[in-house]
Nanobody, 120 residues
Framework: QVQLVESGGGLVQAGGSLRLSCAAS????????MGWYRQAPEKQRELVAA???????NYADSVKGRFTISRDNAKNTVYLQMNSLKPEDTAVYYC??????????????WGQGTQVTVSS
């Protein structure tokens, strides 16, 4: 009933920028926490950034100062602005949202993933 569609991934050179988007649609009452995770080959999925309903943000130390997470509640969309990209940022990026389906029901949803590749 709820779908997350990611976009914005691609191939960039080191030092370049990308902006990822993740739009939620379906039977949504509201969306609380929204975040971005990434997973590189042979590595575990890790939290990159998260943003609360009130706008409080958290970032992995490796991206702090380079990435910015934001949200547009009217569009049910979360963004990840990635600047000064490094080869070590190469990974599949997944958005994650906690969707309230009603006043009492909530569920965690994952996007399909989008590839970000940063060349040297």
């Amino acid at each position: 009933q709820v779908q997350l569609v990611e976009s914005g991934g691609g191939l960039v050179q080191a030092g370049g920028s990308l902006r990822l988007s993740c739009a939620a649609s379906g039977s949504i009452f509201s969306i609380t926490t929204m975040g971005w995770y990434r997973q590189a080959p042979e590595k575990q999925r890790e939290l990159v950034a998260a943003i609360s309903t009130g706008g409080t943000t958290n970032y992995a130390d490796s991206v702090k100062g380079r990435f910015t997470i934001s949200r547009d509640n009217a569009k049910n969309t979360v963004y990840l602005q990635m600047n000064s990209l490094k080869p070590e940022d190469t990974a599949v990026y997944y958005c994650n949202v906690y969707v309230k389906l009603s006043l009492i029901t909530g569920k965690n949803y994952w996007g399909q993933g989008t590839q970000v590749t940063v060349s040297s």
